[in-house]
Each structure stands twice: as structure tokens, then as C-alpha cells.
């Protein structure tokens, strides 16, 4: 049986104000073309569905026009919420989805939704767990200590009913222990999420979600699928792709992995600004590229963005590697220091990093902001 894993496609994302959402089209119709080739049996959604919990109306409507593309193909599709989605709302009329084979994880109530489909080695058992905190989990099991993410995900897991002589497979949506991340997740400080991959070791496979980067974790079923486009520059080196994993008798599973090709790529480019502009840099590259530019001219260029974005008109960020950018500014702490006001210091963090003083204008709106900010005058 092979199921087509997805994840994180963070419909209506935004990247440095950018909207991803003609970009998100495009991939997601080449994923449906990915499926009528690969003929999957069924569609795993690993959550973070969308990237807000209120999602844009857009993003709504492209999931819809997705969601009704797939349950056309008469094939069921299994899917959790993940940390950036409303689980109350991406479960909404899930009831009268399951009629149409479109299987979405309730609000977490201390069990976890368990379906069954069945081929020439018996019956796979698909399991649900969206994303869990160890609050959800409490309410739950009042009576159980539960205080960090591992016991709250080791605690869901054990109430799974499991009959381990036939295949199991698990959707989550979780941080496991050794996954490598990326500047667009959501990091949690000192890694309190972090879920040991042992916590799995009953499930033939484990569709994750919330890691952006396509890894497995451990052994070769416990797999993040990963983004289907890049929503970073940390990500630029990445090969996007779709992941099918193909369940046989139990204990044989296979992976396989699928690039996929986006609209618009997301590239890293450097040079001076001459190079940058010549033809002979950008004639065998695709010009709408989103872009992160690094100048390398020692002097600024004036209206630098402007004038490469009538070459690149999605230039996203700008910046400069130069002698002045390179110097190692430290910044001493001293009695003085600790005398200045938050203006004073403000104004030389402003000019170490413009070269340049701040004009009466830019004082006069600085000193507004924190008189707002403290309730009183500077």
C-alpha cells in the first residue's frame, strides 16, 4: 500500500512580505500529478496545513480547491493539525468530510482517531496525533505527572490501542530528538519540545511534520517529508520534495523520495554591483527568482533595491560584505555606558551601523517611540 506523505505546507505563508500563495498553486498541482503517477492508496498531512491559526481567506480557498481535487480521486486522505494551525478549525464539518474520505484528527481529547484500510498483506492501521502540548495532554489524564513534551507524547502514545502483528502507522506533528531545522521554524528556546524517536518504535512508519528539511530520524520510517517549498534562505541549498512510503508485509517498508519544482526557486547571489547587473550574470537564470543579494562593493549603492528589482523584481533581502560590514564592532559596557540614555545609546548603535549620524527627524521620531514605549520623556 503506498501512501503519498506531505507536511507543512503552511498555506497563506508570507515570506519578507512576499505572499507564497500563486507559489503554493503551482506546487500543489504538481503534487497532484506526483499522485496520479505514483497511483498512491491514500494522502498522509502531517499538519501545519496552514501558517496561521486564523488563515487568510486565500489560503482557505487553495486548501478547499485541494482538498476536493484529492477526495475526487476517491482515495482517503489522513490529517492532523500541527502547531500553527487551529485544531478547533481545521477540524470543523470533519464528520461530514469522513463521508467524502477526508479524515481530519479532532481537538486532542486523550485518544487519538485509528482507521483501517486493508490490501493483499492484511489491514494498516492509520493513527492520528496532532500536535500535543503537555497542558492538552493533563487535561486529559489528570492523574499522570506530566510536565515536559516527551512524557506528554510517551503518555499520548501509550493509550494508542496497538495490535502489533499487523502494520501500524502513525501521523504526527512533533520535534524528534536529532532533527536538523531551519531558520523558518518555529524554534522553541532550549529545545523543551524535544521528543525522543523511541517513543515510536511500535509503528511501521511515522509520517512527521513540523521540521521543514526532508530527514529521517533514526531508522529510515520515522521520516519529516519536509516542506514543499523553500520559505528561507537557510533552505536555499534544499532539493524540495514529496515522500511515499510503500508498506508491504509487515516489517517491509519502503521510502522513496520525489523532487519537486517549484515556480519560483529561492537563491542566494553575490557580487559587486556590476556583476550582479550584467547580463552575462543573470541571462541563464530565472530573473524572478526570490532572491537574497550580497553586494560586495565597499561603497553603498544608492537605491540598491530599486534598481535590481527592475532586473529581479523579487529581490526579498539585500545586504553588503565589505570591509565596513567585516570590522568587529565591540561594544564596551562602562560606567559611562550605563549613564546614557536609551536615546543616547540608541543613536550610536544607529551611526556604528550607518556610518552616518541620525538626522533631528529621525531623533525627534526615535524619542516618540520611546515615550510611547516607557510613558514618559526621554
Known amino acids: 500500500m503506498k501512501f503519498m506523505h506531505l507536511s507543512d505546507l503552511h498555506l497563506g505563508k508570507r515570506v519578507n512580505e512576499f505572499s507564497m500563495i500563486e507559489d503554493q498553486k ?3 498541482e504538481q503534487i497532484l500529478s506526483l499522485l496520479d503517477r505514483e497511483a498512491a492508496d491514500a494522502v498522509l498531512m ?9 488563515p487568510p481567506a486565500e489560503a482557505v480557498q487553495l486548501f478547499d480547491r485541494f482538498l476536493t481535487e484529492l477526495a475526487d480521486r476517491e482515495i482517503p486522505i489522513f490529517a492532523v493539525s500541527g502547531n500553527h494551525d487551529s485544531a478547533e478549525r481545521l477540524s470543523f464539518g470533519s464528520r461530514i468530510m469522513s463521508g467524502q474520505n477526508v479524515f481530519i484528527s479532532p481537538v486532542y481529547d486523550g485518544s487519538t482517531a485509528r482507521f483501517t484500510l486493508t490490501d493483499d498483506w492484511g489491514e494498516v492501521c492509520v493513527h492520528l496525533l496532532p500536535f ?9 489524564f489528570e492523574k499522570e505527572e506530566i510536565h515536559t513534551y516527551q ?6 502514545v ?14 504526527a506533528h512533533q520535534f524528534v530528538t536529532g532533527a536538523s531545522r531551519c531558520e523558518s521554524e518555529e524554534i522553541t528556546v532550549g529545545g523543551i519540545d524535544n521528543v525522543d524517536a523511541a517513543v515510536f518504535d511500535s509503528f511501521d512508519y511515522v509520517a ?3 521540521i521543514h528539511s526532508p530527514q529521517h530520524i533514526g531508522r529510515k520510517e520515522v521520516r519529516y517529508c519536509g516542506t514543499p517549498l523553500k520559505y528561507s534562505f537557510s533552505e536555499a541549498d534544499q532539493e524540495k520534495s514529496v515522500t511515499v512510503a510503500e508498506l508491504r508485509e509487515k516489517g517491509n517498508v519502503s521510502v522513496t523520495v ?3 519544482r517549484p515556480l519560483r526557486d529561492m537563491r542566494k547571489i553575490r557580487g559587486t554591483y556590476l556583476e550582479v547587473t550584467a547580463r552575462s ?11 537574497h543579494i550580497t553586494l560586495t562593493d565597499e561603497d553603498d549603492i544608492p537605491d540598491a533595491m530599486q534598481k535590481l528589482r527592475v532586473i529581479y523584481p523579487n529581490v526579498m533581502r539585500l545586504e553588503y560584505d565589505n570591509r565596513r560590514t567585516r570590522e568587529e564592532q565591540d561594544i564596551k559596557i562602562t560606567e559611562e555606558t550605563v549613564q546614557k540614555s536609551d536615546l543616547e545609546l540608541f543613536e550610536e548603535f544607529y551611526e556604528l551601523q550607518n556610518n552616518q549620524p541620525m538626522t533631528d527627524e529621525q531623533r525627534a521620531f526615535v524619542n516618540e517611540q520611546f515615550r510611547k514605549l516607557r510613558g514618559m520623556d526621554l
Open 208 to 210: 512527521l511534520g513540523h
Open 26 to 28: 503551482y506546487i500543489l
Open 151 to 156: 512524557e506528554a507524547v510517551q503518555t499520548a
Open 158 to 171: 501509550e493509550q494508542i490501542r496497538l495490535d502489533t502483528e499487523v502494520r501500524n502507522l502513525l501521523v
Open 281 to 291: 550574470f543573470y541571462q541563464n537564470m530565472n530573473t524572478e527568482d526570490y532572491l
Open 132 to 140: 500535543i502540548r503537555p497542558s492538552a495532554v493533563r487535561r486529559a
Open 46 to 54: 502531517a499538519g501545519d496545513i496552514y501558517d496561521k491559526p486564523v
Open 258 to 260: 520525489y523532487p519537486l
